[in-house]
């Protein structure tokens, strides 16, 4: 029997399995010069075949890399089919609820990235924190943890899982960030997102008092609404006006916001727009009662400044179609804009004879170059136009503030432009004696705490005496200032110097008085200036 065509076959096989054997070895050569030594070095020295460690491995990555393209691909289509979110943008009053409540989320678990930012809630903080000498030491506030930028977190509500994404991106026009939280959810609705966030919005609402946001028109290549500030919402009864004139403003308000008012306005093709006028001399609460009010409606509040240089007419036009549905919009000191319309000339008086003084040219360029430093860029025609212009926006509350109401146009605070006119005055003596009262009662926290603050210690200085004592020394308080001199932001300032101590106010008063007295007759308004 022939075997020679055996072993030639078999030699072929051996050829053929050496050569498999060598191509990975051939392959890392190429790619790692002088691999061949060291693997013969590793194969004398330690008995180490690296080619199959190098197989092992390649094998384990492109098992993983084949399983990581199978899970991205499954992935994408439940996320493409299955999977409902809602987004939530910064410059939404709900963004900062969602933030604070997925931080609580955050502090419960233990996740890889997350950004710090310091944390200034007082309400977190002890006011025990003072030496020896009784002296409050500000205690540094400590860090608080949210979800980084770019990346996924999961939590869960209700036994459900939700993933939520925060990213920021530039908004349409490319001219400023915006930053965005996205909640999604394993869902063919969004209604599970949607209670998790009434789930939110009511855990803020249980945590904390009633807030007002207020936003102000900042300038990044266009105008934009940006939250400047979320405080406390101030008590009505805290602002200093007759109580009649508040019952009025709120019945209106409240009547001017009920969506049945609204389709009574649209039925008779009246505009739905509300303005009202807060007029009367600094520190008499216009102000305060702005901001009182927005916390009566939960309403949030919209600050313009019409002084501002850059401000130009389509800015304000742009910034108030933005306006959500309903908000006070709050024109502070309109007189001090400068209002005036376009087709106003500058006048400059002429000498008798109609020859003009050699330097009254340079008075009147010194003139016009004041003019111009004290008003805007706004006239008061495209004031108008944004107001109830053809294009105006509908359903806000329009409050304006002046100290001098002699100095605006007509046209400005005619009816349908300003349907409420308000006056506020010195403080009179029963709104004196409400301030006193107000000073010093106690709050029912601090009747249950016997005087203290949270967990602080009794303060030895206080020296609040009863309801019927206070009522008395309000009384005596009040009957010693003249009708109509002090405006309620005085009569508080002076108040809160003594504000531990109702009886030193009454001690001190005269003195305080009779200065501030023969400040107003002279003129001066710095209380001793000479």
């Not at 191509?23 to 080619?51: C, H, K, M, N």
Request: hydrophobic content about 35%; charged content about 25%; aromatic content about 10%.
């Amino acid at each position: 029997m022939d075997f020679s065509r055996l072993q030639n076959l078999q030699y072929e096989l051996n050829s053929t399995n050496a050569t498999a054997a060598n191509l990975p070895s051939t392959l890392l050569e190429l790619v790692v010069p002088g691999y061949s030594t060291i693997s013969q070095l590793a194969f004398r020295l330690l008995g180490i075949d690296i080619g199959v460690i190098v197989t092992g491995w390649a094998l384990i990555f492109g098992c993983h890399a084949a399983w990581r393209y199978l899970y991205d691909l499954v992935q994408g289509y439940f996320d493409e089919y299955y999977t409902s979110s809602i987004q939530v943008h910064d410059d939404d009053g709900l963004f900062d609820d969602v933030k604070a409540w997925l931080s609580e989320q955050q502090n419960r678990k233990s996740s890889r990235k997350l950004k710090a930012v310091t944390d200034y809630d007082d309400n977190k903080k002890d006011d025990n924190v003072q030496d020896e000498q009784g002296i409050y030491k500000y205690e540094v506030p400590m860090p608080r943890y949210e979800l980084s930028y770019g990346t996924d977190d999961f939590f869960f509500h209700n036994g459900r899982r939700f993933k939520v994404v925060r990213s920021s991106v530039k908004d349409e026009a490319g001219s400023y960030m915006r930053e965005t939280l996205e909640i999604y959810c394993y869902a063919r609705t969004a209604e599970p997102v949607k209670d998790v966030l009434t789930h939110i919005r009511q855990w803020k609402i249980n945590r904390e008092t009633a807030m007002t946001s207020v936003y102000r028109a900042l300038s990044n290549g266009s105008r934009y609404w940006s939250r400047q500030s979320c405080r406390p919402s101030r008590p009505l009864q805290t602002v200093s006006l007759d109580q009649q004139q508040k019952d009025d403003i709120v019945e209106d308000i409240n009547e001017y916001l009920r969506p049945a008012t609204a389709r009574w306005y649209a039925a008779r093709g009246i505009p739905h727009r509300r303005g009202y006028l807060f007029h009367g001399p600094p520190g008499t609460g216009k102000t305060s009662l702005s901001f009182a009010l927005a916390g009566v409606f939960g309403l949030e509040v919209y600050c313009v400044s019409l002084n501002d240089k850059d401000l130009t007419e389509s800015d304000l036009c742009m910034l108030f179609n933005d306006l959500p549905d309903r908000c006070i919009v709050l024109l502070e000191d309109i007189d001090s804009a400068g209002l005036k319309r376009e087709e106003e000339p500058v006048l400059v008086e002429m000498p008798e004879g109609g020859n003009a003084d050699p330097g009254s040219s340079k008075d009147a360029k010194t003139a016009t170059n004041k003019t111009d430093s004290s008003t805007g860029s706004i006239s008061l025609s495209a004031l108008l136009n944004v107001i109830d212009g053809a294009a105006s926006h509908e359903g806000h509350v329009l409050i304006m503030t002046t100290n001098t109401p002699g100095q605006l146009d007509a046209a400005l605070i005619r009816p349908g432009r300003v349907d409420l006119q308000v006056a506020f005055t010195f403080a009179t003596q029963d709104q004196i004696h409400e301030i006193f009262k107000r000073m010093y009662s106690q709050t029912p926290e601090e009747q249950t705490s016997g005087g203290r603050l949270s967990n602080s210690k009794p303060r030895p200085v206080s020296k609040i005496p009863d309801s019927k004592t206070l009522e008395g020394m309000a009384r005596k308080f009040a009957q010693q200032f003249p009708a109509d001199t002090f405006s309620p932001a005085e009569i508080q300032g002076y108040l809160l110097m003594r504000k531990k101590n109702p009886q030193k106010a009454l001690n001190d008063l005269e003195k305080w008085r009779d200065e501030i007295l023969v400040s107003k007759k002279n003129g001066k308004r710095l209380v001793g200036a000479q």
